[in-house]
DNA sequence: CGTATTTCTTAACTTAAGTGAACGAGGTAT
DNA sequence: ATACCTCGTTCACTTAAGTTAAGAAATACG
């Protein structure tokens, strides 16, 4: 479990003994039930996340529905933005699967950085690279329909759609359940 | 026209004289007039925008339709994908007015990254900032209507809805330009 | 094991966005 | 001044998503 955090990092620097045992000895790693809330609308936090194993998720509740707007699964860093701006979160993170994490919050970071600048360095390059990839994502997002947008899922993260309930898959793909049931269908019916 | 730029770093970090001396000793302003391509779909870059005034916008042409994805005006800092994973744009900026931008590349970004520590820093919280902002609008995007995203923009971008095409505003908003001119009836409708 | 609950699908109807076409206002070029 | 073009709006029609409701299927739980 913990090599799949170093091929992590080692994606970005390259670690010695020394500043992996560091980071051991930080105590990141969680194991989380299914259906465990980890933040809840109008709580502070400090925590960023990274999925070694499962599936969490991100949803507002807005009129009392949940708008799903986010899955992270394996190799998925993930630092909600209340945590970046000091506010209160807008939004719940539940697991949506048995799942191991780890959850590092900023004291650790600033400890980590103090002791190895490498870690800085990595996370300039990490957050540069997530936002490029947002951006595209977005991208994707507004030029395309729900159908393409479908589609394209099918293609880029087929593991969602088996692993993930129907009705979280449609908010997260800007529609109501009852319309991606029928959009399945209408996809069905034009392959045939 | 300096002072945009300085007040723009001041909220990360506190430059000297000299640091700022090294910043326009690098000839980075330049002014471009409306309707200049600075970025063709297919093409790589390494250049960095900041728009100290005017707007530049982003859009892709699918289907020999342009689809707008982007708006950057004044005080926005812009680092297109394509830079980031070092790959032929698959966008087009253009600017919308006459504007006064910098432009940067990684080389100049090297050398003062270099020379001056701090900036390194500057990037690193201001990208993450740029991504939380920016997963914000995303949620925000994917959770309404898009009657809902033009009422969000007339409250957060007012500006906007004037200085931009009605068309180019439609496809931000993720819609045709007939259905925004049919929903801006339909407010004006229920205002009264 | 059986009951309760959640999840998914289907259907009928409503609402809003997409499409294609036409029109007028405003700007530009000749 | 005229012809041309872009842009925004409007309209009629089509298509797809929202809504409400019902029922089947899967899952959770006592």
Known sequence: MKNILFDFIAKYVSLTDDEKNAILSLDLFRSV???TT??????????????????????YIIDGEEK??????????F????????????YFISCVEDSILTVS???????????????????RILSQELLAKQQIDFDEFKTSSPEQRY???LQKRPDLIQRVP???????????????SRLRARILEKKS
């Open 33 to 35: 039930k299914k259906g």
């Open 38 to 59: 980890l933040l809840e609308e109008g709580q502070k936090s400090e925590d960023s996340y990274f999925v070694l194993k499962g599936c969490i998720r991100i949803y």
């Open 68 to 77: 799903t707007t986010a899955f992270y699964t394996e190799m998925d860093a």
């Open 79 to 90: 630092t909600p933005p209340c945590v970046i701006n000091k506010v209160p979160s807008e």
């Open 105 to 123: 919050n900023s004291d650790m970071e600033v400890e980590i950085n103090s002791k190895f600048p490498k870690f800085d360095i990595m996370c």
């Open 151 to 153: 589609l394209n899922l």
């Open 166 to 180: 129907q009705h979280q898959l449609a908010s997260y793909l800007g529609i109501k359940p009852q319309s991606l």
